[in-house]
């Protein structure tokens, strides 16, 4: 039998919110996250890396969540789905989702947000073949991923011209 | 039409949460004072259990209790909802299924013992120090094999592994039809086995409160009642009054959440016994050996034609893998939802099926996404296009030329079920124009140019949905009735909620719904909710699957909407002093006709609730009706799919590259939710045929046992989609409605294998199974350049 494991001081920033918590050794970020930080929006798909139903940004770089200790991530930026939408109300990639119908059963789509969020902020006009690359990490059950390839697009597009816009001005 | 009504393609009301991770999932759930589950399973497909020593799993940090089959063997065995009689008309095996093993282990993942600690990890680790004495004991994986009678048996009270052998229609008389024949073309398949894999797992939460006696249970549910009905009733007999099911937000189902699990009645049970509520949550390890399986059919098949390519008779031969217990629909999948179905869309006058259902060491098999109607449809349309080969016939020519007529509906199949609607020419010729056939002979001859085998394949189909007439099903077996209800409450100031029986798990019921009362009471959609998913807000219900929320959960809430009209109209009569004759109820307004007297729905509502000059012999306050729909027939949805493919020869590499789908599903309510719902059935379909396979190796471990192995369809292996409807309406529901879910993953398959037969026809591949892997099909074409060696 495993001996209870160590536990560990960790200094984390959350969508923009710093906590301070002792956490197990062998804790995961994903459990770390739901349970210790009631961000629930994070899911577990598959516990080995291979559904992308718990993808967060670590210091902007994609991440499997539920691969990652929470011990490692001592001063580390995680953001989840939670933080993608602002004051200003949903984030453009989120707000395709809907318009798109990206989504039904809404399990896999915290993972898919976060993964085209990411995208996005690397490739500004991506082509089909380049998101349905970029999301072939996670996996939907519901959609058959067409809905969800014309979401990040479109969100691509408006995003475009929102940077146009701002430089504009 | 309204832009929120019917034929809209309203945004879903449900996204808001999903989108910002504030849905309610199970696992999301936390109650007070909560403690962990975790289940020792069996490591081993078939053992003798000689002794388990649980002292040190009892002592570990933080566990609370340790239980085993021991400890449940007095509760009842999870029950099959369906019982089949064997040709004499005797009933079918139904070994006890039980909660916690009792003294054999039948498949791995057979739940050996429940571990109840402080936290998950603890009762994790807890579990490891149980001693599982194991007698391991030969085990069968191949149906073949199982039923020999010298081999393994999985049930000591189950000879030769039989659990039914079961036949429609008259063997002696089809042979008849054989006589006649010009042709017979015969086909040996399999319907490969699949693990529906729903992206959330399986969990749990079991609760009992002491001061009232209640117990509470959180599930991963498609039908919060029907699991209500068989924990309460056959397993923990628990009064139903004292015991509330809710299944919140389910993160897909596709079939596999119908069934009730041993874990929920764990839970469930354990909860006053350990004095707190209990979680479990199926990590994907354990949802692959512990979710029922899909599919796992092998069959013979002889098709008879005259000289002109006109089917005469056909008869099948199955067996159908049941796993190592009868999970709750598992029985009538081969029979009452596949054999009734062999008739596909076409004239066959003279059909038999024989099923022989077979138990093995592997988990349960039951119903996936399209149940029993895919396993029809893929022996059926390979078998046509199979002909068509054999005889050098067009694919379109023979179909065409066995359809039923348009103008022959209602039809009566000669396998039980009567068709009332369809137009099968009109789907097909929506998916030629679709897919360009009359430009595939260019495409493939360029195609050929890069190196590549390009093919073309076909599937017409028809399947029965809007599950189900009772008295229909209650003559075949089973063991429930298959209505709906709905609960249509006015509150005072004119919004509405809707408490359905029907459960949504992606299927955006919130949305569609609503907009069936949006248009009928001609109020906003966001003065609209549905409640679904709780046994103590919604009345009863059935629940989702086999396609029919909407036929069969829509029409009980236009039932209850009828009754509220009804009685607004007599409110309104009342107040404008009118005949309740000449109330006219259209746009959310009340008018007495003949007059320019109106009265807004709101303003009815209201007067509901302050009845102050009721005349209460007569009328009643409030404004509040409940509706049960029991369906008259089936729903028929049909229609026809078109796959292209291009194969490269030299790797054995399938590439989809144009999926076309024209589906009749009746009525439209909102077009955006159906081509959702269509596009996850294709790639469940395309999933199926060219990748998902799960494999059983002959010691009964599961090989396919993580994402790793078990293939799933990601966003790179599909194409886009070309999507259609046509519509001949539903001739026995108010709306039209036939119903979308899986006609997908119902019609995709053998459009896709006809496909990939077609491509490499031209070098001498006659045949390949499913998942067409790129190992088969390069092992197919090696096989077809050198026969000899093949052998």
């Known amino acids: ?169 | 039409m309204s832009d929120t009504g019917i034929g809209a393609s309203v945004k879903r009301k449900e996204d808001q949460r999903f989108l910002t991770g504030r849905g309610n999932y199970t696992d999301d759930i936390d109650r007070p004072n909560q403690t962990y589950a975790y289940i020792l399973r069996s490591p081993m497909a078939h053992a003798r259990i000689k002794g388990l020593n649980i002292d040190a799993a009892k002592a570990a940090p933080g566990v609370l209790a340790v239980f085993t089959g021991a400890d449940t063997a007095g509760l009842g065995g999870i029950p099959c909802g369906w019982g089949v009689n064997n040709k004499d008309g005797s009933p079918m095996n139904e070994p006890k299924h039980p909660v916690l093993a009792e003294g054999k282990v039948r498949h791995v993942g057979d739940p050996v013992a429940l571990v109840v600690a402080e936290t998950y990890a603890q009762a994790k680790d807890a579990a490891e120090a149980i001693e599982m004495d194991l007698e391991e004991l030969p085990a069968v994986v191949n149906m073949e094999k199982a039923i020999a009678g010298s081999g393994p048996q999985v049930h000591d009270d189950a000879p030769s592994n039989l659990c039914y052998d079961w036949e429609l229609g008259d063997e002696a008389e089809v042979d008849g039809a054989f006589k006649d024949a010009a042709h017979v073309v015969s086909i040996d398949i399999t319907n490969n086995r699949l693990v529906p894999n729903a992206m959330e797992p399986r969990a749990a939460i079991g609760e009992f409160d002491k001061a009232t006696g209640e117990y509470t249970l959180y599930t991963t549910s498609q039908n919060p009642h029907v699991i209500r009905l068989l924990m309460g009733a056959f397993v923990l007999q628990l009064p139903e009054h004292k015991l509330r099911v809710v299944a919140p937000d389910v993160g897909g189902g596709f079939g596999s959440k119908i069934y009730h699990y041993a874990e929920e009645a764990m839970v469930t049970w354990a909860a006053p016994r350990v004095g707190r509520p209990i979680k479990w949550v199926a990590e994907r390890a354990e949802s692959f050996i512990s979710d029922a399986h899909g599919r796992d059919h092998i069959t013979h098949a002889d098709l008879a034609l005259d000289k002109e390519g006109k089917f005469l008779g056909l008869k099948v031969y199955t067996k159908a893998n049941m796993g190592a217990y009868l999970s709750t629909f598992s029985t009538c999948v081969p029979t009452y939802l596949h054999s009734t179905l062999l008739a596909g869309v076409y004239t066959t006058p003279k059909i038999y099926s024989e099923v022989k259902a077979i138990f093995t060491n592997t988990v349960p098999v039951d119903a996936y996404r399209g149940a029993g109607r895919p396993e029809a449809t893929y022996l059926l349309e390979r078998l046509v296009s199979k002909a068509a080969w054999e005889l050098g016939m067009d694919q379109v020519e023979i179909r065409r030329k066995n359809f039923i007529p348009k103008d022959a509906f209602p039809y009566q199949t000669p396998v039980a079920l009567q068709y009332d609607s369809g137009d099968y020419d009109a789907t097909l010729d929506k998916a030629l124009e679709l897919a360009d056939y009359a430009g595939f002979p260019a495409r493939k001859a360029e195609a050929a140019k890069r190196g590549k085998l390009r093919g073309i394949g076909f599937s017409t189909y028809v399947e029965a949905c809007g599950i189900a007439p009772s008295a229909v099903v209650g003559s075949l077996g089973a063991r429930a009735g298959l209505f709906e209800s709905a609960n249509v409450r006015v509150h005072p100031t004119g919004s509405v909620s809707i408490f359905t029986g029907s459960h949504s798990h992606g299927q955006g019921h919130e949305t569609t719904f609503a907009q069936l009362v949006s248009d009928t009471l001609g109020i906003p959609l966001e003065n609209v909710d549905i409640v679904h998913g709780d046994t103590n807000k919604v009345a009863f219900g059935m629940g989702t699957y086999g396609s029919r929320s909407l036929a069969v959960g829509g029409e009980a809430i236009m039932k209850a909407l009828g009754k509220v009209t009804d009685k607004a109209k007599k409110i309104a009569a009342h107040i404008m002093e009118a005949s309740e004759a000449d109330i006219e109820f259209k746009d959310g307004k009340f008018t007495v006709s003949g007059t320019d007297k109106e009265m807004a729905f709101g303003e009815i509502a209201l007067a509901a609730y302050v009845p102050h000059n009721f005349p209460h012999d007569q009328l009643e306050p409030g404004l509040e009706e409940q509706a049960f729909y029991d369906p008259m027939n089936f729903t028929f949805p049909g229609g026809c799919h078109i796959c292209e493919v291009e194969v490269d020869p030299d790797t054995g590499v399938v590439e989809v590259v144009n999926m076309t789908a024209a589906d009749d599903v009746g009525r439209v309510i909102n077009p955006m939710i159906v081509e959702g719902q269509i596009h996850g059935g294709l790639a469940q379909g395309i999933g199926q045929a060219l990748l998902e396979q799960c494999i059983y190796d002959e010691d009964g471990q599961l090989v396919t046992g993580s994402y790793m192995d078990y293939c799933m369809p990601r966003a790179d292996n599909l194409p886009d989609f070309k999507a259609a409807t046509t519509e001949t309406l539903c001739a026995h529901n108010s709306l039209g409605v036939k119903g979308c879910g899986e006609v997908g993953a119902i019609g995709s398959p053998p459009s896709v294998i006809n496909a990939v037969i077609d491509a490499l026809r031209e070098r001498g591949v006659t045949d390949i199974s499913m998942p067409a892997t790129p190992q088969k099909v390069w092992q197919a074409l090696r096989a077809a350049e050198m026969p000899a060696a093949a052998e």
């Open chain 1, 1 to 169: 039998m495993n001996t209870p494991s160590k536990r560990t001081q960790i200094s984390i920033t959350v969508n923009g919110k710093t906590y301070s918590r002792d956490v197990e050794a062998r804790r995961t970020l994903a459990d770390f996250l739901r349970e210790d930080l009631g961000l629930t929006g994070t899911h577990i798909g598959c516990e080995h890396g291979a559904c992308g139903a718990c993808t967060v940004t670590v210091d902007g770089m994609l991440a499997r969540s539920c691969l990652t200790l929470a011990s490692q991530m001592d001063g580390c930026e995680i953001r989840t789905v939670e933080g993608l939408s602002g004051p200003n109300g949903l984030h453009p990639i989120q707000a395709a989702f809907k318009e798109h119908h990206a989504l039904q059963c809404g399990y896999c789509t915290p993972g898919f947000l976060v993964t085209a969020a990411a995208m996005l902020e690397e490739t500004q006009d991506p082509t089909e073949g380049q998101v349905r690359d970029w999301l072939s990490g996670n996996i939907c059950r519901c959609t058959g991923y067409q809905f969800i390839v014309d979401a990040v697009l479109s969100a691509a597009e408006t995003m475009r011209s929102e940077t146009e816009e701002r430089d504009a001005s």
